[in-house]
């Protein structure tokens, strides 16, 4: 399963860790991702991956 986000498509990012002696390697940023259950027009629920930003901006505008 990808780390993306279903609703906004948002996925890791990249960049580096820099140490206090500016030493660069690579890293990840990943998505605050959260397993909520949506319930669909026919009446059944299924689990999708949501970004925790995403679902914050949901309830704001509902």
Request: contains cysteine; proline residues 3%.
């Amino acid at each position: 399963m990808a780390r993306r986000c279903a609703i906004t498509g948002k996925g890791p990012m990249v960049g580096n860790n820099v140490s206090h002696a500016n030493n660069k390697t690579k890293r990840r940023f990943l998505p605050n991702l959260r397993t909520v259950r949506v319930t669909l027009e026919d009446g059944t629920t299924t689990k999708i991956k949501v970004a925790a930003s995403t679902l914050r901006t949901m309830k704001k505008n509902a």
